[in-house]
């Protein structure tokens, strides 16, 4: 027997740890090192899947929907309509159109650009426990390395080697079947339905006429989703008949019992007259999956404020308006921002209170929707035996009121202490807690058009936009300077050396497009040429758009001023000359320079 002392555990330190190296996990690791913060992700697969699939290169960008229910003729089915995608029915959406694409592909790309930043994810690598201080001294401390969690790597089927991880702060988005939430004692709270479906990825052989737009097919035989994929691929759910399934007892589906085979005999019945399958029988199914609808979310998005969790970690649904991925990537955003506030200084512990009480709400409310979109969705048309089956109109107001929800664009977040709810009266157009709207403008120096959003980068930094107003009339000089004087002493409290170091600052005037509007402008709101905006027209007389008063209810004979979260929602809104606001809103959660991280 060897006498040699234990090999002591390797230690290491770290801003943030994220587990789960899915969408939600690069996502969130992605905006951190982009904001400047040490990050280390770890996930426990040994490789990411689907990398080697030439069709992940290119999404299939969906711009039609196509509806179908039973034929008022004869067997089978028949086009009742055809209207814009989801997007394109929101009201407010700058690419109207969906993109669907592959989650490998996805993932790829927040890896290149993670690489690109010098991280790479930790693969094969758990973690078995996790510790977080109970000592409030350190839980309010930024700095402090708050949780430690141990993490082993298999370096061979045989070997495995033992760490122990300094955190400042841990993000789980490790799954439904989360490590992170176990380990901390959290539980998803809801339900599972009686609703089973069936998805199969394949290259079809079809003479379906609406196989490249988003299709939903009520019939006598079940239900149907059809989505275009990348290449020439498509997905295909189609509603299973629970009586017809073998169910373990915890009601489950006996995935033994079933075959992409099976699916595709169901797509058929669905189909009719229409006929689909395989174009390549030999090549077989891409994927397929039999899932049971369960609509839960977690009891607590946090602990301690130390760690988080995040995607699927914290809710669960049906994937029938495709908001698992994006509701992840959404949590993912929503929370990196204010953990790289607090990191670098600007902000105070309690910011981090309001991503549970940001995103809790949201997730409650895609689960109200999704149970509503899930049973319309699942139900059978009217017949002689179901009098009361979901009719077509019914299905599809619940598909448009929710565009703006399931694209996201409709998220709007309740009043808290980043979104204050005043002087909404000075920008009617513009709603509190959300998105910041997107708009043509043109850029004063060049004319060259401007979406808003290009400049609205997501940079970590807040967007101070000041719409100064109409540059002509007689106060504009006078005005502006004042606004000025407000903003510098705001950024010489708040601020970093320079104000382009601590937050963005986008000037918009309202009238023609004029390189010499520029001019009058003090330098802190006019930080650079490209950063200054006009809503008018050019020189040449081309109408942009009716700008101030029509779009963003703006008086452009006396302008506002707009605050933008770094995650591109809107947190304040004040009239330019009452900027004693800017102290007020910012003074509620952000440090001074002197309580500031190095």
Excluded at 182 to 200: C, M, N, P, R, S
Excluded at 230 to 240: A, F, H, P, S, T
Aim: glycine letters at 8%; one cysteine or more; hydrophobic letters at 40%.
């Amino acid at each position: 027997m060897s006498n040699a002392p234990p090999t002591p555990i390797q230690e290491s330190y770290t801003d943030v740890l994220i587990i789960g190296a899915g969408p939600t996990g690069l996502m969130a690791a992605t905006a951190l090192r982009r904001a400047g913060v040490d990050v280390r992700i770890v996930d426990k697969k040994q490789t990411t899947y689907g990398l080697a699939d030439d069709l992940l290169r290119q999404g299939a960008q969906i711009r039609v929907s196509a509806f179908y229910n039973p034929s008022t003729t004869g067997d089978g089915i028949e086009l009742t309509s055809r209207t814009p995608s989801m997007a394109a029915a929101a009201s407010d959406a700058r690419y109207p159109y969906s993109v669907n694409l592959h989650q490998g592909l996805i993932e790829q790309n927040f890896q290149n650009a993670l690489r690109a930043m010098e991280v790479e994810v930790e693969r094969s690598t758990v973690p078995t426990s996790i510790e977080i201080s109970e000592d409030e001294g350190v839980l309010q401390d930024p700095e402090a390395y708050a949780v430690k969690v141990h993490l082993d790597c298999a370096l061979s089927p045989s070997e495995t080697a033992s760490s122990l991880l300094h955190a400042r702060f841990v993000v789980g988005a490790d799954g439904a079947r989360s490590w992170t939430r176990k380990a901390l004692g959290l539980v998803l709270e809801g339900e599972q339905t009686d609703l089973y479906w069936g998805v199969i990825d394949f290259v079809p052989d079809t003479d379906f006429p609406d196989v490249r737009n988003f299709c939903a097919l009520h019939t006598h035989h079940g239900s149907l989703m059809l989505i275009p994929r990348e290449g020439d691929m498509v997905r295909i759910y189609v509603q299973l008949d629970k009586d017809a399934l073998d169910l373990d007892e915890k009601g489950d589906v006996k995935r033994e019992k079933l075959s992409p085979e099976v699916l595709m005999q169901v797509a058929k019945r669905c189909l009719r007259p229409f006929h689909i399958d395989l174009e390549h029988p030999d090549s077989g199914y891409h994927w397929w999956t039999i899932y049971r609808v369960g609509q839960r979310v977690a009891n607590q998005f946090a602990v301690r404020d130390r760690v988080f969790l995040a995607g699927d970690a914290t809710h669960t649904h049906s994937p029938k308006a495709g908001q698992g991925m994006n509701a992840g990537i959404g949590d993912a955003h929503n929370l990196a921002w204010k953990i790289a506030q607090v990191l670098k200084g600007h902000a105070d512990m309690s910011l981090l209170k309001t991503y549970e009480f940001e995103r809790r709400q949201y997730a409650q409310d895609l689960i109200a929707f999704d149970k509503t979109y899930a049973k319309m969705f699942s139900g059978r048309p009217p017949s002689r035996d179901n009098t009361t089956g979901v009719t077509h109109d019914e299905f599809y107001k619940v598909y448009k009121r929710s565009s703006s929800f399931t694209t996201g664009i409709g998220i709007t977040y309740a009043p808290s202490v980043i979104n204050r709810p005043a002087h909404e009266e000075y920008a009617s157009g513009i709603t509190i807690g959300a998105r910041f709207p997107p708009r043509v403008l043109l850029r004063a120096a060049d004319a060259m058009p401007i979406n808003i959003h290009d400049l609205l980068l997501a940079n970590g930094r807040f967007k101070v936009l000041v719409l100064a107003g109409d540059y002509t009339r007689p106060t504009f000089a006078t005005d502006v300077r004042q606004f000025a004087e407000d903003l510098t002493a705001l950024l010489a409290k708040y601020g970093r050396a320079t104000a382009l170091e601590s937050m963005d600052v986008v000037t918009i005037l309202a009238g023609k497009q004029d390189p010499g509007c520029i001019l009058p402008l003090p330098p802190v709101i006019r930080l650079h040429w490209s950063s200054v905006l006009v809503d008018g027209t050019e020189a040449g007389g081309l109408l942009v758009n009716p700008g101030y008063s029509q779009y963003y209810g703006i008086d452009p004979s006396s302008g506002a001023v707009v605050i933008v979260r770094p995650d591109a929602h809107v947190g304040a809104v004040m009239p330019l000359l009452q900027a004693e606001g800017l102290m007020d809103y910012f003074g509620a959660f952000l440090r001074p320079r002197s309580g500031r991280r190095a």
